[in-house]
């Protein structure tokens, strides 16, 4: 079976949820991860930097420099803000090629959590790293 190689902290990431034993568990572990995003400034909560297709509010900012696009991100939901930081820790600081590459739905199968996100959080998900793909592009 072919084994995708990731960089060391998406790799990190998932084997901290490999770690984890039951969903409930890694739900914590979700929602602890939101808690360590740094606060988005009032000023980015703009109706430009919401994710459309996300049943909580979610904003997604896109930093461009020369190589890399970082992002930063926060949602009013704690489960969702935890789903932002997944996303951030996959795709920021990362080259537009890397982010093209990048196997957001295979990281988030070993990571164990598809199986278990409501219709409107897989949606929501899936709509921010859509976000980030096209700003990729």
């Given at each position: 079976m072919h084994r995708m190689t990731y960089p060391e902290n998406i790799q990190d990431m998932i084997d901290?949820?490999?770690f984890l034993d039951d969903w409930e568990d890694r739900y914590m572990h979700v929602i602890d991860m939101g808690k360590s995003?740094?606060?988005?400034?009032?000023?980015?909560?703009?109706?430009?930097?919401?994710v459309k297709g996300c049943a909580s509010?979610?904003?997604?900012?896109?930093k461009r420099d020369a190589e890399t696009l970082n992002f930063a991100g926060d949602s009013d939901a704690h489960i969702v803000k935890g789903l932002v930081a997944i996303v951030l820790q996959i795709y920021s600081g990362r080259t537009?090629?890397?982010i093209k590459q990048l196997d957001a739905n295979d990281i988030l199968d070993k990571l164990g959590l598809s199986e278990h996100l409501s219709a409107q959080r897989a949606n929501?998900?899936?709509?921010?790293i859509a976000?980030?793909?096209s700003e990729a592009t």
């Amino acid at each position: 079976m072919h084994r995708m190689t990731y960089p060391e902290n998406i790799q990190d990431m998932i084997d901290d949820f490999q770690f984890l034993d039951d969903w409930e568990d890694r739900y914590m572990h979700v929602i602890d991860m939101g808690k360590s995003l740094p606060p988005l400034p009032d000023e980015d909560r703009t109706e430009f930097n919401k994710v459309k297709g996300c049943a909580s509010q979610v904003w997604l900012v896109t930093k461009r420099d020369a190589e890399t696009l970082n992002f930063a991100g926060d949602s009013d939901a704690h489960i969702v803000k935890g789903l932002v930081a997944i996303v951030l820790q996959i795709y920021s600081g990362r080259t537009r090629e890397d982010i093209k590459q990048l196997d957001a739905n295979d990281i988030l199968d070993k990571l164990g959590l598809s199986e278990h996100l409501s219709a409107q959080r897989a949606n929501g998900l899936a709509a921010m790293i859509a976000r980030i793909q096209s700003e990729a592009t």
